[in-house]
């Protein structure tokens, strides 16, 4: 009778810890089979970060499924997936994922909390020589190709809460280099005065490092500096802030091989000057400095 009894209970909490998922279930959500099928034949792929990932998506969805939007929860890898998408999708890319998909992704606010918690911050207007040394270092890259050009943004105002500081108006621009913090208060009347005299930016412009491995293996671009223009500057400007450029990288012991940009007359003007092609500084001879970079033509080029 004891025995009875035990195989009984063991009968019993087989049945409580199984489930049995009815065929009319099954039915009526077939996807349900196919989740079965995945998970029956995870042993049998080679791949396991893919599986855990494919495994963690699904349950994401469905444990966020009948909770509230504010009681979602997200693991580490979700997270870094969501990230990923916002870096490379843009915002109208992750919120059509995000409305689509209820319960997948985190929400916007999220996502811009841990990008700023987690990557350096770069304020407006400031050449960040000393992370582009280390990133060239990490590399054992010393050669680089500047690159600098604009994209039209939409003008307006927000304020940079650790910055202390409003950014969306054009910053000065001093020896060629915009300020920095220029546009700080704790005056409302100034800063209704900024509102109404002052120009916004529709403009952003970018100032790219490109680097040169010598042995042909591609690396990743660089963001030296961004701010914001509306455009209004002068080719002395440029070749002041080229300038300053080719200085503290020279500093840092990195070599500036040349500049790229479009077709801006005032760029253009600016490469001639600095090349001394068909036309020169008398003041500036930079294409005869001891640090110049110096191409080797040779002596007969066949452009067939």
Request: hydrophobic residues 35%; contains cysteine.
């Amino acid at each position: 009778m004891q025995r009875l009894h035990e195989l009984q209970q063991q009968t019993y909490s087989s049945t409580a810890n199984d489930m049995t998922i009815s065929s009319a279930l099954l039915d009526q959500h077939p996807i349900l089979r196919d989740i079965i099928h995945v998970f029956q034949n995870s042993s049998s792929q080679s791949n396991r970060f893919l599986n855990t990932f494919k495994y963690t998506v699904i349950e994401t969805i469905i444990s966020n499924h009948d909770r509230a939007k504010t009681h979602y929860s997200y693991n580490d890898s979700i997270r870094d997936f969501a990230s990923c998408v916002y870096i490379l999708g843009g915002r109208n890319v992750y919120e059509f994922i995000r409305i689509n998909i209820p319960g997948f992704l985190p929400s916007l606010t999220t996502i811009q909390y841990l990008l700023d918690s987690t990557t350096s911050r770069i304020e407006e207007a400031e050449f960040r020589y000393n992370p582009m040394s280390d990133y060239l270092a990490s590399e054992k890259i010393n050669l680089i190709f500047v690159a600098e050009d604009c994209t039209a943004v939409v003008p307006r105002i927000i304020y940079d809460v650790k910055a202390n500081t409003f950014i969306g108006f054009t910053p000065p621009l001093e020896n060629g280099l915009p300020k920095m913090n220029s546009f700080s208060t704790e005056s409302f009347s100034e800063l209704e005065k900024w509102f109404n005299t002052l120009t916004r930016s529709h403009f952003l412009n970018l100032q790219m490092i490109q680097p040169i491995n010598p042995n042909g293996v591609s690396c990743s671009s660089f963001l030296l500096a961004a701010y914001g223009t509306d455009n209004q500057f002068k080719t002395e400007d440029t070749l002041m802030k080229w300038m300053s450029v080719v200085n503290h990288c020279n500093e840092k012991h990195v070599k500036v091989v040349g500049f790229a940009t479009d077709c801006d007359p005032r760029y253009l003007r600016s490469m001639r000057l600095f090349m001394d092609f068909y036309a020169d500084m008398p003041n500036q001879q930079i294409h005869l400095r001891d640090d110049a970079f110096h191409a080797k033509v040779p002596k007969v080029v066949s452009i067939f």
